[in-house]
């Protein structure tokens, strides 16, 4: 009965194991005043327990994604010469940021199926369910081209380097409009475009110093916000008002 079990558990274990093991150059990112972007490395190894697989592609995925959001998405429209919104798409989440990197083309990495099972391309990973408009679809284009022109959205093909198929390391901009909240790194390791193994962990992206001090204050108490800043309003009127008069004499 004993070999019997040990006979199961070998057939039901894969023949070639290969875990991902990662590394981060930073495990969070701090917004201040002169905040204008930041870098994250992402290196890391291939795990296994057997000889490298022959004859079957390797193939690894790194995305980085930001908070996910709702979005309104609206159509522009010429009518009576002017230019009027005609139609809009409510897009029930889709991240802030979301950059994914590849060792090759998407295509020889990741299978079409694949990617509608772990929604790792940008379209698979905003939703939108509810849309009433039968062209839905050009909306969401016309959201990822959007925050495409603005970096928050990054197709980084053949970024990520792989040495002697164990090694791998990818570099991800992230532009000084972020959004604050937790960011998920998702790694992925692919065999002939089917995912192997995955491995997650999470970036905080905070804001720091001041920028904290003020943000907390505008929605934790906002009266006492709206008070300071209407002193400082006064404040620098005064003493700009008071410099004029001194230039003039």
Same mark, same amino acid.
Request: aromatic share 8%.
């Given at each position: 009965?004993?070999? *019997?079990?040990?006979?199961? /558990?070998?057939?039901?274990?894969?023949?070639?194991?290969? &875990? $991902?093991? #990662?590394? *981060?150059?930073?495990?969070? /990112?701090?917004?201040?005043?002169?905040?204008?972007?930041? &870098? $994250?490395? #992402?290196?890391?190894?291939?795990?296994?327990?057997a000889p490298i697989p022959d004859k079957s592609e390797l193939g690894i995925i790194v995305t980085v994604?930001?908070?996910d959001m709702p979005v309104t998405v609206r159509r522009k429209d010429r009518r009576f010469g002017i230019w009027v919104n005609t139609d809009e798409v409510e897009v029930d989440a889709a991240p802030s940021f979301y950059a994914v990197a590849t060792t090759a083309p998407m295509q020889d990495v990741l299978r079409d199926t694949e990617d509608l099972r772990y929604q790792i391309t940008i379209p698979r990973a905003i939703r939108s369910v509810g849309a009433q408009v039968g062209d839905s679809g050009a909306f969401t284009q016309a959201l990822i081209r959007i925050r495409a022109g603005e970096e928050l959205y990054q197709v980084l093909e053949g970024a990520v380097d792989l040495e002697e198929e164990t090694l791998f390391r990818t570099a991800i901009d992230l532009p000084a409009n972020l959004t604050e909240g937790e960011y998920e790194a998702h790694i992925f390791l692919t065999r002939n475009g089917r995912v192997v193994d995955?491995?997650?962990?999470?970036?905080?992206?905070?804001?720091?110093?001041?920028?904290?001090?003020?943000?907390?204050?505008?929605?934790?108490n906002a009266f006492l916000y709206g008070l300071m800043s209407l002193s400082i309003a006064i404040?620098?009127?005064?003493?700009?008002?008071?410099v004029f008069t001194m230039l003039r004499r």
């Open positions: 009965m004993i070999r *019997l079990f040990a006979l199961l /558990v070998m057939l039901g274990s894969p023949a070639n194991a290969e &875990e $991902i093991v #990662l590394g *981060l150059s930073r495990d969070q /990112v701090a917004i201040t005043a002169t905040f204008e972007g930041s &870098e $994250i490395l #992402l290196f890391g190894a291939i795990k296994r327990e994604a930001g908070p995955e491995y997650v962990t999470t970036i905080p992206v905070q804001k720091v110093g001041l920028e904290r001090w003020l943000y907390n204050m505008a929605h934790d404040a620098a009127g005064w003493g700009a008002s008071a």
